[in-house]
């Protein structure tokens, strides 16, 4: 029996609530994508692969984490991001402190730029996802406590850790650009 799993419930929720004019569709098999979306007429379809993380609080001690939002913890396979079918990648941060679930939205060959640049062409990935409160997200596996302090007070720089242009509403225009023409 095939059933979908919590983010993949939480992102057609989602959807269907904010984006009343697109429908969700379920694949009655895994193929590698998780959901279709397509706009109210069928005509116009974009597919996700979807990712979800409970939160892991630890990452940065108070009173720093007062301004995170979540943390989420993904295994990542390179192998499985460069041959894959969805158009894009779904990372759900549900925070267990924030009543707020956050949605990473990133095309499939940004995300594999990201983590290539990010991460040194590794095939095999553990990555932290981190948001806070002033609507950024990071990738924040491996960084000093310094840098992790940084993001908490909004002053950290970097361009290829930096992942706030897919997030939230930032990250499902990409998608609203593809179904709403």
């Known amino acids: ?59 940065v001690k108070s009173p720093d984490r007062q301004a995170l939002r979540s943390h989420g913890w993904f295994t990542l396979s390179m192998e499985k991001i460069d041959p894959s079918k969805a158009e894009f ?13 956050d949605f990473l939205v990133v ?15 590794q095939e095999k990935l553990q990555i932290y996802l981190t948001s806070t409160n002033k609507n950024k997200c990071w990738e924040t596996r491996g960084l000093k406590i310094k840098d992790r302090h940084e993001i908490a007070n909004d002053t950290y720089k970097n361009h290829t850790r930096d992942l706030s242009r897919y997030l939230n509403d930032t990250g499902w225009n990409a998608l609203k650009a593809k179904l709403d023409r």
């Open 89 to 101: 990648w779904v990372f759900v941060l549900h925070g267990f402190e924030s009543d707020k679930t």
């Open 107 to 121: 095309p499939t060959a940004k995300l594999r730029q990201h983590m290539d640049e990010i991460h040194d062409h």
């Open 1 to 59: 029996m095939f059933t979908i799993h919590a983010g993949e419930y939480l992102v057609g929720n989602h959807i269907e609530t904010k984006f009343k004019r697109w429908n969700v569709w379920i694949p009655s098999k895994d193929t590698g994508v998780d959901l279709l979306v397509t706009n109210k007429k069928n005509q116009r379809t974009v597919s996700l692969q979807v990712k979800f993380s409970k939160d892991f609080p630890k990452p």
